[in-house]
């Protein structure tokens, strides 16, 4: 940006500080811009804030440290240490018994004790056997520590100020208890950056600014001669986080407009189903794997759902007998109506399209998006709660190639490129299943499954069209889509991720 816009763009305030170095190649402090610019310091300061912000000064943030004397410590200047106090009594005496000797230094037995203890460590005086004697005659010297108590006594000092022998005896009295205070003092001071030196040659110009165009300055024409300042479109701002749908909800829409789009229509089921549907319906068998407690939530209230009162359930009892009039051999076992009648958690949406598949005829074209509960070991990619979006395509001529291009439609619409791979589901005959490479884990992650539904299926339902079908993850799609490495993450509302999702448009980050 040119530099007179940038002058243009400055505060009266920000050019306020900017003219106080005009006379001066040395970092200022605020008070002194204050006074030289007749400003309050917190306009200075804020001023000062906005120049920093574009790089035209800079603020150097120091720390002092000041040394006082304590109330105690202000006594012990005036009336000298208790080991003075001690050694000057020693000094007349020669040698004394240890409470005796504080009782004529008049000092408590406390202090005694610590003055004892530093005619020690400095080498004053001995103590044997309770009585203590000067090492030497006559009065020692004044140590350094004393003559800092002095120095102190005339006001606070900085250690920094103060030579090597007077700077280990301010440890030393830093180190006894309660003598002196250290009191910590943030001063700022402002040094113009060459950048704000060269705005500065270019020369500021102080004018008086107009804040708002009036209708008296629009009537006049006065507005022709005011000054006003320009708008610094790359000021700082605040970040605002406005209030979002949730990515896995959004992906769900997506899907949802992807299918609607396509021509399917919407449908439902209950979340609380019977084994009937999820299972039976399915041509899965009674004594089927997935349909063992540990895989499947079983409902304890209510422990039993209603069964269809026409003669679906017969038929479907047939067929897993004996294979009805399908032609197939059926599963050969006795089929228990009590154990079609159990409650459970969906284990899959594919119960919707059996249930659709009774209420509408071919041809036809249904999408359903629903929540599915398994007993599962919680990984990285397996959740006991998850979604999938199902699917069914039936009609005179619909096969199974048909359905890898659906599903290969689908999947390019949401930014993906699946291989399928052969696969067994009890209800379908071709199978598949399809994949997407994760490079992070450098393994294939399942997402779905699909194929043709078997006639043992079909028939009991009265579809006499082929019927495609699939049933798809959609918080897998959405971990390859919002590039999250683990499938938790969609529910741990982490506002720290979801804040920098995008509010519209592409999940992709
Ligand atoms: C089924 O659920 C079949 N009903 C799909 C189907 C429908 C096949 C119609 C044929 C015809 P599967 O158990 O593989 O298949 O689950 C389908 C997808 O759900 C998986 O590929 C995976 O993406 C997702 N999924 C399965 N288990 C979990 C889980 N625990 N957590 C998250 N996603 C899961």
Redesign the pocket.
Known sequence: MDTDRIIDQLHIYEKKVLKAFEDSDRPLKPEEIAESQEMDIKSVMSAVGALESRGFVRVIKDVQEYVSLTDDGRVYAEEGLPERRLIEVLAGEGELDVSELAERAGLDRKESGIGIGWLMRKGWAKIDDGRVSPVQEGTPGRGADEELLQILLRGPVRPDELDDRLRAAYRDLAGRKGIIDIRKVKSHTIELTPEGRRLLERGVEIVEEATQLTHEHLKTGKWRELHYRGYNVDAEYPMVYPGKIHPLRRIINEIRSIFLALGFTESRGPVVESAFWNFDC?FQPQDHA?REMQDTFYVKNPPFAQLPTDDLVGRVQSVHEDGGSTGSEGWQYEWDVDVARQSVLR????CV?ARFLTENRPPLKMFSVGR?F?R?T??Y????????V???VAGEDVNFRNLLGILREFYRKLGFRVRFRP?Y?P??YL?????IYLPDKKSW???????M?RPEVLEPLGVETPVA?????????AMIRLDIRD?RQLYQSDLGWLRKLPVTGDLQL
């Open positions: 399915l997935a284990t899959h949406t594919t399209s599915v398994r599962e919680i990984t990619k397996h959740l006991p709660e998850f979604h999938q199902e699917g069914i696969a589901f209800y379908t199978s598949t299943e399809c994949e992650i399942e997402l779905g499954g699909a194929g539904f079908a699939f049933g798809l993850g959609i918080e897998r799609l499938i």
